[in-house]
């Protein structure tokens, strides 16, 4: 969701004026549009960025691993502090590679066929909507059970 909106932006700008005159509203027409080659690797790029921004702002291994530090807790073979950041910094990128390259399929291959087959496009915005709709109802249910199983605990 805030990959399209963030991608359109540019182009809407453009579009406020009279419409791709000169030589830069015609690069920006081209390239934030998502019926060019160039449109739609500069979406893919900014989901693979976004993903990582917003992966980042979650997990910040840098105040993970003071927390660890200051806890007494440790990875097996892994020093505290600057190695465990590196460490927790390390897998963090590999498995943000993977999700965000996922995710990019996700958004990006749709519109990639739709550049061959007329409205295949419109499923990019189909699978992004229902991967956000599997992704909340998951949540939503991890809530339920936690909330059920609360009270279930014994006490001592």
Same mark, same amino acid.
Do not use: C
């Given at each position: 969701?805030?990959?399209?909106?963030?991608?359109?932006?540019?182009?809407?700008?453009?579009?406020?004026?009279?419409?791709?005159?000169?030589?830069?509203?015609?690069?920006?027409?081209?390239?934030?549009?998502?019926?060019?080659?160039?449109?739609?690797?500069?979406?893919? +790029?900014?989901?693979?960025?976004?993903?990582?921004?917003?992966?980042?702002?979650?997990?910040?291994?840098?105040?993970?691993?003071?927390?660890?530090?200051?806890?007494?807790?440790?990875?097996?073979?892994?020093?505290?502090?600057?190695? !465990?950041?590196?460490?927790?910094?390390?897998?963090?990128?590999?498995?943000?590679?993977?999700?965000?390259? +996922?995710?990019?399929?996700?958004?990006?291959?749709?519109? +990639?066929?739709?550049?061959?087959?007329?409205?295949?496009?419109?499923?990019?915005?189909?699978?992004?909507?229902?991967?956000?709709?599997?992704?909340? !109802?998951?949540?939503?249910?991890?809530?339920?059970?936690?909330?059920?199983?609360?009270?279930?605990?014994?006490?001592?």
């Amino acid at each position: 969701m805030f990959s399209s909106s963030l991608f359109s932006v540019p182009r809407l700008l453009v579009n406020q004026t009279v419409g791709p005159t000169d030589a830069f509203q015609r690069w920006v027409a081209t390239w934030f549009s998502f019926q060019t080659w160039q449109g739609i690797l500069m979406y893919g +790029i900014l989901i693979v960025l976004l993903g990582y921004a917003f992966g980042y702002l979650n997990v910040q291994p840098t105040n993970v691993a003071k927390e660890m530090k200051e806890n007494g807790e440790y990875f097996l073979n892994v020093m505290p502090g600057d190695p !465990t950041e590196m460490f927790l910094s390390g897998h963090f990128g590999r498995l943000s590679l993977l999700g965000n390259l +996922i995710l990019a399929l996700i958004g990006v291959g749709p519109l +990639i066929v739709g550049l061959y087959i007329p409205g295949a496009a419109n499923f990019s915005v189909l699978f992004s909507s229902l991967f956000i709709l599997i992704t909340l !109802t998951d949540t939503i249910i991890q809530q339920v059970r936690a909330l059920r199983t609360k009270d279930r605990y014994s006490v001592f």
